[in-house]
């Protein structure tokens, strides 16, 4: 019997640890299994892993749960220790700007050069002036081996390491037709972060990180309502508010929103050239699923507001006694890991 093709990818958040294998093609993906951990709020702060172990155990038993033997392996960086910059060069081929980007990144990344490991994609070759317009990626090394020692030490073989902006993009890709001419803003709500990029006809033309997240309502309900963080993270998984006062939690949501608000409408100045507001925003992550997080956003910004559906041409094994969740539940938090597997297949 001929063996499928099958990879493993690996996304580690902030809260949250997914574990998917993937079967198929790039173009006819299957997911086989999947299964969910969920961090203690000390293991991994501000994008940093600072228990290590704690993080091995949680993707060991992920492994363990799913039966899974194979050692190909998908997985990303994101948090501070990434950098995402269109900039404009001198016009020359891809060979001649494979030697010349590292000069040129030094007037853009705000650390030492030799301490980030680069990458760049021409996305217009002549933008007159004898320049090109070019996106520069880079990511702190101490980061990039990390992530890397990590899968290696739970025996895995690390097949690509992609930056976690790109795999949100990559499944919304997988699962729309791309217009020419339409601005999407895709806005992923992590627990620690919400990343946010701008994509138009395939191109990401802005991708920033910021630490207003479903973090932020945690706090806001605590301040708000006098309880712990255990107590208000559950408030937000089950809507079950229990006895405390409505009108604290309506603060803290209110307060939340408004933070989110703020904080993409200072990266509004940044839209490419030619466009004042998106043509549609598409959000995903767990703060998603917040109730009325996509009509605040739809009535604050003014455009159509969608949740993340990754599985609209994306297709799982709804015979599978291997997926540990509700897919279609939980789509919206997985989407960046089911993006990473297609760059595996």
Sequence with gaps: MFRKNAILAIDVGSSLIKVILVEGTSKKPVMAKCNISTLPSHAIVDGEIMDRETVLDSIRSNLEILEISEK?????VSGRDVIVKKIKMPKMNKTEATEQIKWE??????YE?????????ILNPDTGEDSMEVLLVGAKRNAVDER?????????EPVVLDIAAFS???IYEFNHTVKTGELIGLFHIGFQYTTMSFVESNINHFTREVPTAVNTLVQAIQREAGIDGERALDIIKT?????????????AMESFQDDLGIAIERVLPYLPEGFENFNQIVISG???????????LEKRFGTTVEVLDP????AYDRESSFININAETMGPIIAPALGLSLRGL
Excluded: W
């Design 311 to 314: 599985f609209i041409n994306f």
């Design 105 to 110: 990144a030094e007037q853009y990344i705000p």
């Design 148 to 156: 890397l020692h990590l899968l290696r030490d739970l025996d895995l």
């Design 168 to 170: 949100l993009q990559n």
């Design 286 to 296: 767990g703060g998603s699923l917040i109730p009325g997080m996509p009509e605040f």
């Design 113 to 121: 050069i030799e301490d980030i490991s680069l990458d760049f994609e």
């Design 72 to 76: 190909q392996t998908v997985s990303c």
């Design 239 to 251: 809507g079950e508010k229990g006895d405390i006062d409505q009108y604290a939690y309506q603060n």
